[in-house]
């Protein structure tokens, strides 16, 4: 597990790009009738402002999108350099780390996301962790990779949040703590972050930094599996088989064996072949009528979109 999060750090360090933007401060708040009508003023003035950059920062990512790399580099350092924007200076980073438009550099891809982390960006920390994390352009250390996945966990960042739970998990760069561990998951998990529910169900599996509780284990493997997540689907598959955690109840089991089997990309076949097999041992022990009724509840089932 530990090593897949990690080739997806590889995967954020070089991801795409920001489509959020952030807004700007509202003006300071003053006391007197005169003072308040000014106040007024000048936060129309820079609402008008924050608009035109949000307009400008969207054209760039179309620009982007459609792979006019030069025009969007050109926009994006404007607004860096203008506005100030954290996303900017995000936005150049991510195309310095994938050398689109520009040569490709980890060592000016790491100043840009700096900048941006400074000003504010948690997609820009989480970035940098993910580059200390796997080592492009600098050595790898997960004793500054926590710092920064920290940093934007502590801003809320949830995909921050589980790869910190991570690192207290299984013990990189920092001391291994499953209590700390639960606490980033839960974080994570309680804004529907999937990997973070199935990793919280599973400290509740196995005791791990917190009291065992089958039924809190199906309840967080249960929220990721209906959002798609593979791990959590096989989980759920075998606490219906084995009744941990809820009632033994075959047909959901036979149900999610399939939908797992069904959903995995073909780069996964021993996964599926896996999930194959399990439905198959659960079949055995079904009627020809409960199989049916599996079969057709995994054929109608749709990944819940949060």
């Known amino acids: 597990m530990f090593g897949s999060i990690f080739r997806a750090a590889r995967r954020v360090a070089l991801a795409g790009l920001v ?3 952030t807004a700007a401060s509202a003006g300071a708040q003053t006391s007197g009738a005169g003072a308040q009508t000014n ?3 000048n936060d129309v003035a820079n609402d008008a402002a924050n608009d035109a950059a949000n307009d400008r920062m969207s054209e760039a990512l179309e620009m982007y999108h459609n792979g006019h790399y030069d025009a969007a580099l050109s926009f994006f350092l404007d607004l860096a350099q203008q506005e100030n924007l954290p996303e900017a200076y995000y936005n150049i980073g991510v195309m310095y ?15 840009y996301y700096r900048q941006a982390a400074d000003r504010g960006s948690t997609q820009a920390m989480f970035s940098i962790g993910a580059m200390y994390a796997v080592g492009l ?19 809320g960042d949830a995909g921050a949040a589980n790869t910190l739970g991570l690192l207290y998990d299984k013990q990189r760069g920092v001391r291994q703590d499953f209590a700390e561990a639960v606490k980033w998951y839960r974080m994570a998990a309680d804004q529907g972050f999937t990997a973070s529910q199935y990793n919280l169900g599973y400290m509740y599996d196995k005791g791990r930094g917190v009291k065992e509780d089958a039924k809190e284990a199906f309840k967080w493997y249960a929220r990721a599996a209906e959002q798609g997540y593979t791990e959590a689907q096989t989980a759920l598959a075998f606490m219906y088989d084995q009744g941990r955690g809820v ?10 064996f399939q939908i797992v089997a ?17 439905r198959d ?3 055995k022990r079904m009627k020809p009528a409960q199989i049916a009724e599996a079969q057709k509840l995994a054929r109608e089932w749709r990944p819940i979109v949060p």
């Open 262 to 278: 069904d959903t995995l990309p073909s780069s996964a076949e021993t996964q599926r072949v896996y999930a194959i097999k399990r």
């Open 39 to 41: 106040g007024a003023a």
């Open 247 to 256: 009632a033994r109840d075959r047909v959901q089991a036979y149900k999610w």
């Open 97 to 111: 780390a994938k050398g689109q438009g520009v040569k490709l550099s980890y060592d000016t891809a790491l100043s």
């Open 19 to 21: 489509t959020a933007m």
């Open 137 to 155: 352009g600098v050595p790898v250390d997960f004793k500054e990779a926590a710092v920064w996945y920290r940093k934007a966990a502590e801003m």
């Open 281 to 283: 041992v659960v079949a």
